[in-house]
């Protein structure tokens, strides 16, 4: 407790000095959790509108779908499969899809667009769509109409109870024609899909399709991305004796993944570049403070006080430094990061073109996620038990005549 006392007295000696210090670590817990928290916030949205909303985290198709997804190369709809897999745990559901291309008519108007035939109940549980009607209705198990897209209806100038046509080829070949009324308008966050989504009840697509009992994919529906890994081989196990694959979503979004991973390197190369100029920072601080208390240093040893003891208080000095700066950083950063994942930021022009040219929701997300805050903690006091290495050897290693003289 002394100790303490000792080294909390000692860094309010020279407030000037400590309030330096601890603004330096203050910015850099700032700028770092505020630059994870963004760069990981944004990945998770990316994610969410590219992945969660379409595709899922894990799919299971016939074992040749996926290299030229043609209608086709269906499988077979298998409630013990679906009831096996969902006993997997981590595992929330098993959604059944079936999707191809279809020519969509309107009056004048015509355009190529992906159907997609779900089970509105149990997809809502996964992409939450039904949060995303702006207009009508969200479907019914067994309905018969279908909802488009909100840019894809505002080309088409498409509205609720509207009818429209599709034709397509359907399973084997056959002709696939059939007039749907439009049930609702739905926003899909990723923007590719909300030029070309059509969505209708799964029974309604297989009639369309000629396709009863079959589908292009099931998708299993679990409880965080992060337990891809750990739930895909379980599936593979599941799977794997029916002539059927499980994909993850790295293997179906490669170029996303891709793209996120050479970002993430970018950003963490641009903490290391922050942190090691804060380190520097730090350090010279640190340098300066041990050349003005030389002289101090040797009369307290010269009264008696173990160097060991005196390396005690300056290390708890330290310390207290890295508290100060780190606490109210973080103070700082929680309002900072509360705010930003309310109210993301929204990209417009150029900039929001390209994203859309990635097939991603123009915003700039944040992530609360604890373990930004938690790293950003560990990194700081790393940096400071790495400084404190040379007050501490100089401290053990000093000349008491040298440093009275000083």
Same mark, same amino acid.
């Given at each position: 407790?002394?100790?303490?006392?000792?080294?909390?007295?000692?860094?309010?000696?020279?407030?000037?000095?400590?309030?330096?210090?601890?603004?330096?670590?203050?910015?850099?817990?700032?700028?770092?959790?505020?630059?994870?928290?963004?760069?990981?916030?944004?990945?998770?949205?990316?994610?969410?509108?590219?992945?969660?909303?379409?595709?899922?985290?894990?799919?299971?198709?016939?074992?040749?779908?996926?290299?030229?997804?043609?209608?086709?190369?269906?499988?077979?709809?298998?409630?013990?499969?679906?009831?096996?897999?969902?006993?997997?745990?981590?595992?929330?559901?098993?959604?059944?899809?079936?999707?191809?291309?279809?020519?969509?008519?309107?009056?004048?108007?015509?355009?190529?667009?992906?159907?997609?035939?779900?089970?509105?109940?149990?997809?809502?549980?996964?992409?939450?769509?039904?949060?995303?009607?702006?207009?009508?209705?969200?479907?019914?198990?067994?309905?018969?109409?279908?909802?488009?897209?909100?840019?894809?209806?505002?080309?088409?100038?498409?509205?609720?109870?509207?009818?429209?046509?599709?034709?397509?080829?359907?399973?084997?070949?056959?002709?696939?024609?059939?007039?749907?009324?439009?049930?609702?308008?739905?926003?899909?966050?990723?923007?590719?899909?909300?030029?070309?989504?059509?969505?209708?009840?799964?029974?309604?697509?297989?009639?369309?399709?000629?396709?009863?009992?079959?589908?292009?994919?099931?998708?299993?529906?679990?409880?965080?991305?992060?337990?891809?890994?750990?739930?895909?081989?379980?599936?593979?196990?599941?799977?794997?004796?029916?002539?059927?694959?499980?994909?993850?979503?790295?293997?179906?979004?490669?170029?996303?993944?891709?793209?996120?991973?050479?970002?993430?390197?970018?950003?963490?190369?641009?903490?290391?570049?922050?942190?090691?100029?804060?380190?520097?920072?730090?350090?010279?601080?640190?340098?300066?403070?041990?050349?003005?208390?030389?002289?101090?240093?040797?009369?307290?040893?010269?009264?008696?006080?173990?160097?060991?003891?005196?390396?005690? *208080?300056?290390?708890?000095?330290?310390? %207290?430094?890295? $508290?100060?700066?780190?606490? @109210?950083?973080? #103070?700082?950063? =929680?309002? &900072?990061?509360?705010?930003?994942?309310?109210?993301?930021?929204?990209?417009?022009?150029?900039?929001?073109?390209?994203?859309?040219?990635?097939?991603?929701?123009? *915003?700039?997300?944040?992530?609360?996620? %604890?373990?930004? $805050?938690?790293?950003?903690? @560990?990194?700081? #006091?790393?940096? =400071?038990? &790495?400084?404190?290495?040379?007050?501490?050897?100089?401290?053990?290693?000093?000349?008491?005549?040298?440093?009275?003289?000083?």
């Amino acid at each position: 407790m002394e100790i303490l006392k000792l080294a909390w007295r000692n860094i309010w000696r020279n407030k000037r000095r400590t309030i330096i210090t601890a603004a330096s670590l203050m910015f850099a817990v700032i700028f770092g959790i505020t630059m994870r928290s963004m760069q990981l916030g944004t990945y998770d949205s990316m994610i969410d509108s590219a992945v969660r909303q379409y595709s899922g985290f894990i799919q299971v198709q016939d074992t040749s779908y996926w290299k030229e997804k043609t209608i086709d190369d269906l499988m077979m709809d298998s409630l013990q499969l679906r009831h096996e897999i969902e006993k997997l745990d981590g595992v929330v559901n098993v959604l059944p899809r079936l999707e191809s291309f279809a020519l969509i008519s309107s009056g004048k108007k015509t355009k190529g667009a992906m159907l997609q035939g779900i089970d509105p109940l149990l997809d809502d549980q996964m992409t939450q769509i039904s949060d995303k009607v702006v207009k009508g209705r969200f479907l019914t198990r067994k309905d018969e109409g279908i909802l488009v897209s909100q840019r894809l209806a505002a080309f088409l100038n498409i509205n609720v109870n509207d009818t429209i046509v599709l034709i397509s080829q359907g399973y084997h070949g056959v002709t696939a024609a059939d007039v749907f009324p439009v049930r609702g308008i739905v926003k899909i966050p990723n923007p590719k899909l909300d030029k070309s989504l059509l969505i209708t009840s799964i029974s309604k697509a297989q009639d369309f399709y000629g396709a009863q009992g079959m589908l292009t994919s099931m998708v299993v529906n679990i409880e965080a991305k992060n337990r891809v890994d750990e739930i895909l081989p379980e599936v593979k196990a599941i799977v794997g004796n029916n002539k059927l694959i499980a994909l993850g979503w790295t293997e179906m979004n490669k170029e996303l993944k891709q793209q996120i991973d050479a970002d993430s390197g970018s950003g963490q190369i641009m903490l290391a570049i922050l942190y090691i100029v804060v380190f520097f920072g730090i350090l010279g601080t640190i340098i300066m403070m041990t050349a003005e208390r030389q002289k101090e240093f040797g009369v307290m040893v010269a009264l008696g006080m173990q160097k060991w003891y005196l390396s005690i *208080i300056v290390f708890v000095e330290t310390i %207290f430094l890295g $508290f100060v700066g780190v606490i @109210l950083g973080a #103070f700082v950063s =929680l309002g &900072i990061v509360a705010y930003f994942y309310d109210s993301p930021i929204h990209i417009t022009g150029e900039m929001a073109e390209i994203y859309e040219q990635f097939g991603i929701e123009p *915003i700039l997300a944040f992530s609360n996620d %604890f373990t930004i $805050f938690l790293n950003q903690f @560990l990194i700081v #006091f790393l940096l =400071l038990f &790495i400084a404190v290495i040379y007050p501490l050897v100089k401290i053990l290693t000093f000349n008491i005549i040298t440093a009275l003289r000083a």
